[in-house]
């Protein structure tokens, strides 16, 4: 009995020594409990939804760079450079209105993770400012302007010869967060590109930022919902097209395209419910 005994007193004694010593492992911080009360008509078309998304996306868990994972590395805020793809002029007074409507319609997406003035479901921002850090056109010309406001990039030609800020300076190109090579170091470095294409009809959406047409989106500055954009920056959360089929019960939202032109009660919960698949990656 008394070697068990002291036995028994040297495990304790080593126990307690390891919590208390300083750079001890210390349990992983529990997890916020999971907050889904969606409408009880979009339960099952949620369900659908995400079935789907599991079903096709190649690296639903792996992928690294959606919206979500720049907003957190950023601790709630999100940069932003314009790719001007137009020989069009740009005034201080355009430009000022292109950086409102941005960060007035990105707005409503997050908006649609608040609810009763906190983040849904543990989602840590009831804002997320965005901030345009950068222009990239071809000619230094067409910008008409002379303040240094943001940083600007003349004659930085991608491979299909449309200016771009600099890729030391993008989140697409160094996920790893290493922007030593940024001349503006971190605080100038874009997480995505509002790309404004001459031309271009539709609108395409990613990772890396949004796609369309400027002439459409300068024409809509003063619409409350530019919702090409909108649908564009549903996909830079990871929120999928809706071309072949759709959800049971749903006929009109802003991601199938051509069927609504703002974010609708299921585009709402279709946001949240990708934030509740990937929420547990960063803790939560």
């Known amino acids: 009995m008394r070697s068990f005994l002291a036995r028994l007193a040297t495990v304790l004694a080593a126990l307690a020594a390891l919590v208390a010593a300083p750079g001890a492992a210390t349990a992983a911080p529990s997890r916020v409990a999971d907050d889904w009360n969606p409408p009880a008509n979009l339960v099952q078309p949620l369900g659908e939804v995400w079935n789907h998304v599991e079903s096709t996306y190649p690296d639903l868990y792996g992928f690294r760079n959606y919206g979500w994972d720049q907003v957190m590395a950023n601790r709630g805020s999100v940069n932003y450079c314009v790719r001007w793809e137009s020989d069009a002029p740009v005034s201080a007074a355009l430009r000022d209105r292109i950086h409102a409507a941005v960060k007035q319609q990105y707005a409503k997406w997050m908006a649609a993770m608040v609810e009763n003035g ?27 302007w002379t303040d240094n406001s943001v940083d600007i990039y003349a004659g930085n030609l991608d491979g299909g010869g449309a200016p771009q800020c600099s890729p030391d300076c993008g989140r697409f190109f160094h996920q790893d967060g290493n922007y030593s090579r940024c001349p503006g170091g971190a605080a100038r470095h874009y997480d995505q590109s509002l790309w404004l294409t001459k031309g271009f009809q539709g609108g395409a959406g990613g990772d890396w930022g949004q796609r369309v047409g400027q002439e459409y989106f ?3 500055l003063n619409q409350d919902n530019i919702h090409i954009y909108l649908h564009e920056v549903g996909h830079t959360f990871g929120l999928d097209d809706f071309y072949d089929w759709t959800p049971t019960g749903q006929c009109c939202f802003l991601m199938k395209a051509g069927s609504a032109t703002r974010i609708t009660e299921f585009d709402t919960w279709m946001l949240r419910d990708f934030w509740r698949h990937l929420k547990s990656r960063y803790g939560l």
């Open 118 to 144: 906190k983040g849904h479901n543990a989602w840590p921002y009831t804002n997320v400012p965005v901030n345009i850090v950068g222009w990239a056109v071809k000619n230094r010309s067409t910008l008409q």
């Open 218 to 220: 300068t024409g809509a």
